[in-house]
């Protein structure tokens, strides 16, 4: 994302057809964003109009006694495959999958504050970095990734594994000695609702994680709750990642957002989030981010605005950053 800011917009599909092969049945869905962005003045936008189709592929069926299913995404046009996941349903024994980028474990809940539509970092400059938005949790990633989901009395526990590093191999490959073989890294997510427990409206989650990097071990960790109450959305998370290695910048992050429904079509959402950079060896610096979303659906378009800005982004003293975009998504 970088300079581009491609934000996107995710759109709930409708079924494009389905199809009977053997003992499993598929499906294909889809959906065109069409976006206009405008960077900040230190940026230059050139054409701000750009555009996204989404192809997913689903397959599911009965295997050996095990319900077996297996999902594909493509984005850009035909330009590949972004994630790609099989499951294994063990019914009362819980599901195992082997997961290449869908989102396993911890990072399942790396920002879960309510929002009408793009979270309140998504399109700033760090962005689209290759460790991704600082203050978000993943030890294990979602990219080669082994996963197993069970819910026990209204709890969920999301797991993730991998051994050396996150790399989409395909079959008969191996990362090899650059992608830090013999490293590895796991993490879990526990999510649930207080409808159970008689707090209706209440969701919460937490996790832990960790990483080896070299001689170190990276620990992350989270907390979250989000309240419902009529048209309403409150939440707020707290983060944690702390480098092992030594000299390393710890980050802590806090945020909170609130979302509103103003009716069954339209919903606006404002958030802020904090990341303090805790430097070993000069003062910490503090991002400050905040952001302001709309969406409003209409049958099968959906159309959204996101306002993001930053100060002091990722831990540099007086570097900011903002983008505006307006993304109309057409499902099909």
């Not at 001689?215 to 409150?234: L, P, Q």
């Amino acid at each position: 994302m970088n300079n581009l800011k491609k934000v996107g917009l995710t759109a709930l599909a409708g079924s494009l057809a389905a199809i009977s092969a053997q003992a499993a049945e598929m499906a294909v869905s889809g959906a065109s964003v069409l976006t206009y962005t405008s960077l900040d003045g230190s940026e230059s936008t050139g054409n701000p109009y750009g555009m996204k189709t989404n192809l997913s592929f689903t397959a599911s069926g009965e295997v050996n006694g095990y319900n077996v299913s297996y999902m594909q995404t493509s984005m850009d046009k035909f330009a590949g495959m972004t994630s790609a996941r099989l499951s294994i349903d063990m019914g009362d024994l819980g599901t195992l999958a082997f997961d290449q980028g869908s989102g396993s474990g911890l990072g399942t809940i790396d920002d879960k504050t309510p929002t009408a539509a793009e979270e309140i970092w998504d399109g700033l400059d760090t962005a689209g970095s290759a460790a991704g938005a600082k203050g978000l949790v993943g030890a294990a990633g979602a990219t080669g990734v082994w996963n197993y989901v069970k819910t026990v009395s209204g709890v969920t526990f999301n797991g993730a594994f991998r051994k050396g590093s996150g790399t989409a191999n395909s079959d008969g490959g191996t990362s090899g000695a650059a992608g830090n073989a013999g490293l590895g890294a796991w993490d879990f997510a526990l999510t649930g609702s207080g409808d159970d427990y008689g707090a209706p409206g209440l969701t919460w989650g937490l996790g832990y994680g960790e990483k080896e990097v070299a001689a170190s071990e990276d620990e992350h960790t989270t907390y979250f709750a989000n309240y419902s109450v009529g048209m309403a959305t409150v939440g707020a998370q707290f983060s944690t990642i702390e480098l092992g290695a030594t000299g390393a910048t710890d980050q802590e992050t806090k945020a909170w957002g609130v979302a509103v429904n103003v009716n069954d079509d339209l919903s606006v959402s404002y958030g802020e989030r904090d990341v303090e950079f805790k430097n070993p060896s000069a003062a910490n610096i503090t991002e400050k981010g905040s952001g302001i979303a709309v969406a409003y659906t209409m049958g099968s378009i959906k159309i959204a605005g996101n306002r993001n800005k930053v100060s002091d982004n990722d831990g540099t003293a007086a570097s900011n950053d903002d983008m505006t975009e307006i993304a109309v998504s057409f499902a099909f």
